[in-house]
Nanobody, 116 residues
Framework: QVQLVESGGGLVQAGGSLRLSCVPSESIFSFNVLGWYRQAPGKKREVVANIISAGSTNYADSVKGRFTISRDNAENTVYLQMNSLKPEDTAVYYC??????????WGQGTQVTVSS
C-alpha cells in the first residue's frame, strides 16, 4: 500500500507563508498525477493544485498567483509553497497521488490555520 507522509502545516498570520511537503513511499515518477487537496470545516474536499508526470501544473482559481506546486526528484518530495495566505485558506491539506488502474492514494492530512 502506498503511503504519503505530509508535513509543514501550522498556524500563520494572514499574509504569511507556509510550505507543505509530501513524501510518497514509492517514486514520485510512478504516479500519473501528484497533487494537494484541502477541506475546510463543513465544506467538500477541493483540489488546490496538481502536477502531471510530464511536469505541467494546474491550480484552483482561488490560489493562482499565491501557491506553487513543485517536485524535487532527488528528495522524492512534492511541495506546496503557499504565500500571501488568507483566512479562507484555513483547512486540512491532503497530499494525493493518482496512478492509472490503481486509483488515488491519500496522506493523513496536515492542518493549516491562517489567522486574521
Amino acid at each position: 500500500q502506498v503511503q504519503l507522509v505530509e508535513s509543514g502545516g501550522g498556524l500563520v498570520q494572514a499574509g504569511g507563508s507556509l510550505r507543505l511537503s509530501c513524501v510518497p513511499s514509492e517514486s514520485i515518477f510512478s504516479f500519473n498525477v501528484l497533487g494537494w487537496y484541502r477541506q475546510a470545516p463543513g465544506k467538500k474536499r477541493e483540489v488546490v493544485a496538481n502536477i502531471i508526470s510530464a511536469g505541467s501544473t494546474n491550480y484552483a482559481d482561488s490560489v493562482k498567483g499565491r501557491f506553487t506546486i513543485s517536485r524535487d526528484n532527488a528528495e522524492n518530495t512534492v511541495y506546496l509553497q503557499m504565500n500571501s495566505l488568507k483566512p479562507e485558506d484555513t483547512a486540512v491539506y491532503y497530499c494525493n497521488a493518482f496512478r492509472a488502474r490503481r486509483g488515488d492514494f491519500w496522506g493523513q492530512g496536515t492542518q493549516v490555520t491562517v489567522s486574521s
